[in-house]
Structure formats: C-alpha cells, structure tokens
C-alpha cells in the first residue's frame, strides 16, 4: 500500500458566509472540516489541517490524532497554507510515497472518490493525480514526492494549480461527476444540505 499523508486546507476566513466560519458548518452528525477529516481518515492515519483564521475556535473540534498547522500568513492565500503544510509533514515523515491536498468545503468528494485517486496514484506512471474541472486541473490532488519541494515554496494564492499545470503531460485527471461542489456561501450550503 503507498505511504500517504492528507493535507486539508482549512485556513480561510470564510468571508462569503454570513455567521461564522464555514469549516463548523453543521454537516451530518459533525462539521464540515470533521466530515473533510473522516474522509481522509479512511485513506490513511497520517491527516494533517492547515488553519489560519479563527484558528483558535476551530482547532476545538480537531481530533487529538490530527496534526494542526497554524498558517500565520494565511491572509496569502492557499499556495501559502500548501507550503507549510507540505514543509510541516516533511518535518515529521520522511518516507511517503505521496501528498494528497484537499480543502474542507467539498464535502461530496467523499472517501470512496479520494480512494479513486489514491488508486490510480498507486497504479503508477503518473507525477499528479488531480481532480478534472473541466478546462483545469485542481484538488484534491495527490503529488509524487519529486514535487514535495516544489509544493513547499508556493507563497501566492493560486495553490498547487500551477504546479499541476507544469506538469500536465505527467498529469492523470478524475472526474468528479458533480461531486466537486465548494461551499463559500449561506445558499450554496442550504441546496448542498437538502441534494445531501
């Protein structure tokens, strides 16, 4: 089985959502970073989450077993939270055989699409297995280790795209079928609550 570690990005400031942060949505019987983290939990025990703003009240609903890195600099955007993330786990696993990068408002990309990913990582050939959005690529998204250091010197707030872009023709997409639904705001949470 290959050795991966999941990165959730979970350090914006929601300010689309009236209320408070997204990441505590009610989602099921937990949040919306608590379903994002027990997804990710069934792909492997090694599940890391960057938080930033309001990070003191959302670490609360963190489980002990899950790595929180604190982004100070989480105002730059998501390459930033990628790259202390990524420089983080480096810091504590020396041996992965990938990265997979996944934010906490997609909720119906669930266990089952991110072992779809992780599967055809592990069939081999490919640098980056990203989820296809159409004319891009994006995440969830999971990195051979060659492009760890790469992913750990973003700093601007276009995330991994670039990266995935750089090396497309070592690239394989999945698609999402409708699964890749962001929630930013009240509304796109309430229709995302009653398709549930």
């Keep these: 089985m290959t050795s991966i570690a999941v990165l959730i990005l979970a ?8 209320g408070g942060p997204k990441q505590l949505l009610a989602w099921g019987d937990t949040t919306l970073l608590g379903h994002a983290i027990e ?17 003191d009240k959302i670490k609360e609903i963190v489980p ?16 930033s939270s990628i790259s202390v993330g990524i420089k ?11 990265i997979l990068i996944m934010l906490a408002d997609q ?11 992780k599967a055809e990582f592990e069939n081999g050939g490919h640098k980056i297995v990203a989820t296809d959005y159409g004319k891009k690529l994006g995440v969830p998204a999971l990195f051979h280790p ?3 250091s790469e992913l750990s010197k973003l700093n601007q707030d276009f995330g991994a795209r670039h990266i ?10 999945v698609f999402p079928e409708g699964k890749q639904i962001d929630i930013d705001t009240k509304k796109e949470y309430n229709q995302s609550i009653d398709n549930k």
């Design 39 to 55: 997804q990710a939990k069934q792909l492997t025990e090694s599940v890391f989450v960057v938080l930033g703003a309001h990070t």
């Design 88 to 98: 983080n786990i480096l810091e504590n696993h020396s041996n992965l055989s990938g």
């Design 164 to 173: 995935i872009e750089k090396y497309s023709t070592d690239s394989m997409s």
């Design 107 to 117: 909720p119906f990309l669930d266990a089952s699409y991110l072992s779809t990913i």
């Design 146 to 148: 060659s492009l760890f």
């Design 11 to 18: 350090a914006g400031a929601s300010t689309r959502m009236e």
């Design 64 to 79: 002990k077993d899950v790595g929180i890195i604190h982004n100070t600099h989480w105002e730059k955007g998501m390459g």
